[in-house]
């Protein structure tokens, strides 16, 4: 059963790792002059972002309650459990994949912090 959640979670793992200026690897854009040390600076940040877990307890409980709800809907829009499997890991994979571009988003914000904390002038 536990490799089945991994299998699960795989998908959207990759999905939100095919974008290159995402999330650890997000690069600001800076108003302003750089100094001697962006380079340096930018690669902390990146690394402090790459910290973060992409797949955490809140995955695995976004994948279930996704799996729940597209199953229970579909079980109650169709009145028939024919399709309950496929729509649970079709909910699971949704909820999953939200998750893990959620912590995606919230590492480019870790990176952007770091660098205004550093004193750039970020601007997006």
Same mark, same amino acid.
């Given at each position: 059963?536990?490799?089945?959640?991994?299998? /699960?979670?795989?998908?959207?793992?990759?999905?939100?790792? =095919?974008?290159?200026?995402?999330? =650890?690897?997000? +690069?600001?854009?800076?108003?302003?002059?750089? %100094?001697?040390?962006? $380079?340096?600076? /930018? !690669? #902390?940040? +990146? #690394? /402090?972002?790459?910290? !973060?877990?992409?797949?955490?307890?809140?995955?695995? %409980? $976004?994948?279930?309650?996704? =799996?729940?709800?597209?199953?229970?809907?579909?079980?109650?829009? !169709?009145?028939?459990?024919?399709?309950?499997?496929?729509?649970?890991?079709?909910?699971? /994979? @949704?909820?999953?994949?939200?998750?893990?571009?959620?912590?995606? +988003?919230?590492?480019?914000?870790? @990176?952007?912090?770091?660098?205004? %904390?550093? %004193?750039?002038?970020?601007?997006?």
């Amino acid at each position: 059963m536990p490799n089945r959640k991994f299998l /699960l979670i795989v998908p959207a793992l990759l999905v939100a790792g =095919a974008c290159t200026n995402t999330g =650890a690897n997000y +690069q600001p854009v800076i108003d302003g002059p750089v %100094g001697p040390n962006y $380079n340096v600076d /930018l !690669q #902390q940040c +990146q #690394q /402090l972002a790459a910290s !973060q877990a992409s797949v955490d307890g809140s995955t695995a %409980g $976004n994948a279930a309650i996704g =799996a729940v709800g597209a199953a229970a809907v579909t079980g109650i829009v !169709q009145d028939s459990s024919d399709n309950l499997g496929r729509a649970a890991v079709a909910g699971a /994979l @949704v909820g999953a994949g939200a998750d893990v571009i959620n912590k995606n +988003q919230n590492k480019e914000v870790l @990176v952007r912090n770091c660098m205004r %904390g550093r %004193g750039y002038n970020v601007v997006g």
